[in-house]
């Protein structure tokens, strides 16, 4: 079974442009959430989906990002217009409801912003 | 101060030593506590939970002190393969289930 799987896995765009991050959780899994490290820093938490419901956001860290997971299966993350401190990796993981305490990550994009 | 702190290490251990790491959390209403490992440039992924009586897996033991606020984990007999990050994370009371806060991790390095 394919894990969660991240499009693109590596990105180096100019300060100002737009990125799109693309997420295809574990199949049948109803959670999806992303999370961001950027450099020196430590993992958080940016939101959680519930299908394609919004259930938690309270780690996006301004109006520049927008999740979407429109009919609950694939999630994206825009980033727009990306600047410098937006430089990470960004990470997509997603579990089952009731699924207990095991979230499945996926390897990451990384998004490098010049 | 962070929510979760973890010493940076790194730790550099010869095989079969014994590791231990601490984690403390400032929250005290943190609910769930976890370790997950972490390779370089790869996903997190949880090595184990932590319950408030301790709880053991093959070689690793975690543990958890509410009243201090602190976590360990313990790796016994350290192998080539334990060498990653470690990531010391906890999740608030009332959180949804993914909204977790990560220490900044702990990285072993075991050396033959």
């Known amino acids: 079974e394919a894990g969660v799987t991240q499009f693109p896995s590596h990105s180096v765009i100019e300060k100002g442009q737009t990125v799109t991050l693309r997420c295809d959780p574990i199949?049948?899994?109803?959670?999806l959430y992303w999370y961001r490290r950027v450099m020196g820093k430590e993992i958080k938490f940016l939101l959680h989906f519930v299908k394609e419901s919004k259930q938690d956001e309270s780690g996006m860290p301004n109006n520049r990002f927008l999740a979407e997971r429109t009919g609950g299966t694939y999630s994206t993350l825009k980033v727009q217009p990306a600047e410098l401190e937006d430089s990470g990796v960004y990470f997509c993981?997603?579990?089952?409801?009731?699924?207990?305490?095991?979230?499945?990550f996926g390897e990451g994009s990384w998004l490098t912003v010049v | 101060r962070k929510e979760v702190e973890q010493d940076p290490g790194p730790f550099n251990v010869p095989e079969g030593a014994t590791v231990a790491f601490n984690c403390t959390y400032s929250?005290?209403?943190?609910?769930?506590f976890f370790w997950y490992r972490q390779d370089c440039r790869k996903e997190p992924k949880l090595l184990m939970s932590?319950?408030?009586s301790g709880n053991e897996d093959g070689r690793f033991t975690a543990q958890l002190n509410r009243a201090s606020q602190y976590i360990s984990l313990l790796i016994r007999d350290s192998k080539l393969s334990d060498s990653a990050t470690y990531l010391c994370?906890?999740?608030?009371?009332?959180?949804?289930?993914?909204?977790?806060?990560f220490g900044k991790g702990t990285k072993l390095s075991v050396k033959p």
């Open positions: 932590v319950y408030s």
């Open positions: 199949s049948g899994h109803d959670n």
């Open positions: 993981a997603s579990s089952p409801q009731g699924g207990g305490n095991t979230i499945y």
């Open positions: 994370v906890v999740k608030r009371y009332g959180g949804s289930q993914g909204n977790l806060i």
């Open positions: 929250n005290s209403a943190s609910q769930s």
